[in-house]
């Protein structure tokens, strides 16, 4: 059955309405002679009024069932945690309710103290506050069952970037369509879910196959580590020829891991990926337990115009971001992390800022992370920063390990905003305009040596010598300069050769 005051228009809801049992109802203004003016809140006495009638399951329209719930069936009403063991509350976007369950009706009845300001006050907070004076009302499920990960950035990312997630303790799991669908889903389509490799699509794909065998199973596979010897996480070449007419666009791994990313409002062209600075970023995932503390990146990249504070790549964990970022006409490392008080802090990395000039051609970067942990060099600098095969800068200074060591994933052009507020619309003033391509990781620190080879063997070379910002008409006229000045002075010396011989004569 389907509660309705206002009917949904469009393509899927017209595929499912021959399955729905329509029933309208009327508009909730007040309850209790309180006003009701949050569209949510009047969703909320809608669904408690339903189920006090007929019981039933109600599920939001954004969350999907993964595992058959039979067993709950005979529950007299069942609620699931939001939060570990809670701490959020209680959530009403799922429950099973007898009709005229003992707990509803308490709840319900709980509204004549009802404040419309207060936004989850009745609808998930209260419910836990009675449900721990009256649990032989009430089944509680797991905080896993149906709402985790959850809507925080940390879960959003979970679900909507990364691919570290298999949804194993969950009977359903929750899209949070209000916080993502400014971003995250924006654009979401049956092409977009069939091919993004994330969490939350690999278990919406079989949605959509109708039994049939998914042909790209082997993309939705977790890697806690690198499956190949010489640890190589990803090889993102970003030169596909881009004909999936969507948005986001696969951004594929060939290093055999499997570890698809995606391009947001970047094309391909034939240089690789571009980015055009305005709500644009690659994402790349990393398998689930990579450490932020043995890591080498390596990648091409050319900026058409370099602006100041922009993020060329930022590599994220828990509560960190090592950044390289665009400044000064030039590529600086800086390091991002919370304090206490849960801000954004710049944390100094001691490495001096970089005398190399950006210009507007293709250059090979690197970054290496070493924290001695994972190897016996201990004497090498633990952060390393390079450019076309030379290093440009290097720190023996400690990645601070509070900030959390494991790699969520990597951004190209952009960050994750840093407000944590998926639902907000992201910020790009930080987004960077650049073509990126050939981007490579690895779970271990690359010897200098080992990534200037891979610099010296591509066939991607950049025109101008590093630390010039001459092209090459320029450096031509200036050989020729200087090589005019010295057959004058060769000429000069001649003459007075000659003059000294004739004054001895």
């Known amino acids: 059955m389907f509660h309705y005051h206002h009917l949904p228009v469009g393509e899927y809801f017209e595929k499912v309405l021959p399955l729905l049992t329509l029933n309208k109802v009327d508009m909730v203004y007040s309850i209790f002679n309180a006003e009701v003016n949050n569209y949510a809140h009047r969703a909320d006495i809608v669904r408690l009024e339903a189920l006090l009638k007929y019981g039933g399951i109600y599920l939001d329209l954004d969350l999907v069932t993964l595992k058959p719930i039979d067993h709950l069936l005979d529950k007299e009403f069942v609620m699931a945690q939001e939060g570990v063991d809670g701490s959020v509350g209680l959530c009403n976007a799922m429950m099973i309710a ?22 989850s006050y009745h609808s998930v907070i209260l419910p836990k506050k009675l449900a721990s004076v009256f649990n032989d009302e009430i089944t509680i499920l797991n905080h896993t069952s149906f709402f985790w990960p959850l809507w925080d950035s940390l879960g959003l990312s979970t679900l909507y970037l990364q691919k570290t997630y298999d949804f194993s303790a969950n009977l359903g799991t929750h899209l949070w369509e209000s916080a993502a669908n400014k971003n995250l889903m924006k654009g979401v389509s049956e092409d977009v879910i069939m091919n993004i490799d994330n969490s939350l699509y690999c278990q919406l794909r079989k949605f959509l196959l109708d039994g049939k065998e998914d042909p790209r199973a082997a993309a939705c596979r977790i890697r806690q580590h690198s499956q190949r010897q010489d640890k190589m996480v990803g090889h993102w070449p970003l030169m596909e020829d881009g004909n999936l007419m969507m948005n986001p666009v696969p951004a594929r791994d060939i290093s055999g891991n499997l570890l698809n990313g995606q391009i947001y409002n970047g094309k391909y062209n034939e240089d690789g990926v571009y980015l055009p600075g305005n709500h644009s970023y690659v994402f790349l995932p990393f398998p689930s337990e990579t450490s932020i503390e043995s890591l080498t990146m390596t990648w091409w990249m050319k900026i058409p115009n370099i602006d100041m504070g922009k993020m060329a790549v930022a590599i994220q964990t828990d509560h960190g971001r ?29 490495m001096r800022a970089s005398p190399y000039k950006v210009d507007d051609d293709f250059h090979h970067y690197a970054l290496i992370v070493h924290s001695g942990k994972y190897s016996n060099r201990t004497a090498d600098p633990t952060l390393t920063f390079m450019m076309d095969g030379y290093v440009i800068g290097s720190t023996y200074w400690k990645y601070p390990s509070r900030l959390g060591t494991l790699i969520r994933g990597v951004w190209l052009g952009s960050i994750e905003p840093l407000s944590g507020k998926y639902e907000d619309r992201w910020n790009s003033t930080l987004d960077l305009e650049a073509v990126y391509k050939d981007v490579r990781a690895w779970e271990k620190h690359l010897m200098l040596e080992d990534v200037a080879s891979i610099y010296s063997e591509s066939d991607t070379r950049p025109k101008k010598v590093i630390g010039s910002t001459k092209d090459k008409d320029e450096e031509e006229e200036e050989e020729a300069e200087v090589g005019r000045i010295e057959a004058e002075e060769e000429e000069e010396e001649d003459d007075d050769l000659q003059w000294a011989e004739e004054q001895l004569d």
């Open 322 to 350: 090592l950044c390289v970022v665009a400044e000064d006409n030039a590529l600086n490392i800086r390091m991002l992390g919370r304090n206490r008080n849960w801000t954004w802090v710049d944390m100094d990395t001691n």
């Open 98 to 119: 007898r009709p005229q369950a003992r707990f509803l009706q308490r709840w319900y009845a709980s509204y004549v103290s009802f404040d419309d300001k207060n936004w």
